[in-house]
C-alpha cells in the first residue's frame, strides 16, 4: 500500500494543493487524515474526511482555509490550503485509517511518505 503526497514552496497568503494518491487500497473505504510536522514539533493532526458519511473535521487554526475532499474515480484525496501562513510551514502526511476520523497518529493504517510545504516569500 502506498500513499503519494505532492506539496512546494508558496507566499504567504498563496495556496497550495497536496494530494494523496492511493495504491493496494480503495480511500473511500478508509478515513483519510492530514497530518503536519514543523521543525522542532510533534507531528499533528490537521484535518481528516470520514469515510461513513463524507462529513469533514479540522484543527481549529486551519478551518476556514483548509479543505480536504476526496475523488473516488481518482482514488485520490486532496488538502486544499489557501491564506497559507508562515506558521503552516511543515511536512505534510496523510494517512488511511480502517475506522473513523480521528486525532490521534495511532488510529491509523497507513501513511503517506510526507512533502514539504513552506510557506516564504
Known amino acids: 500500500v502506498q500513499l503519494q503526497v505532492g506539496g512546494g514552496l508558496v507566499q504567504p497568503g498563496g495556496s497550495v494543493r497536496l494530494s494523496c494518491a492511493a495504491s493496494g487500497i480503495t480511500l473511500d473505504d478508509y478515513a483519510i487524515g492530514w497530518f503536519r510536522q514543523a521543525p522542532g514539533k510533534e507531528r499533528e493532526w490537521v484535518a481528516c474526511l470520514s469515510s461513513s458519511n463524507g462529513n469533514t473535521y479540522y484543527k481549529h487554526s486551519v478551518e476556514g482555509r483548509f479543505t480536504i475532499s476526496g475523488d473516488a474515480a481518482k482514488n485520490t484525496v486532496y488538502l486544499q490550503m489557501n491564506s497559507l501562513e508562515p506558521e503552516d510551514t511543515a511536512v505534510y502526511y496523510c494517512?488511511?485509517?480502517?475506522?473513523?476520523?480521528?486525532?490521534?497518529?495511532?488510529?491509523?493504517?497507513?501513511w503517506g511518505q510526507g512533502t514539504q510545504v513552506t510557506v516564504s516569500s
Open positions: 494517512a488511511a485509517s480502517y475506522f473513523l476520523c480521528e486525532n490521534r497518529e495511532s488510529g491509523y493504517d497507513y
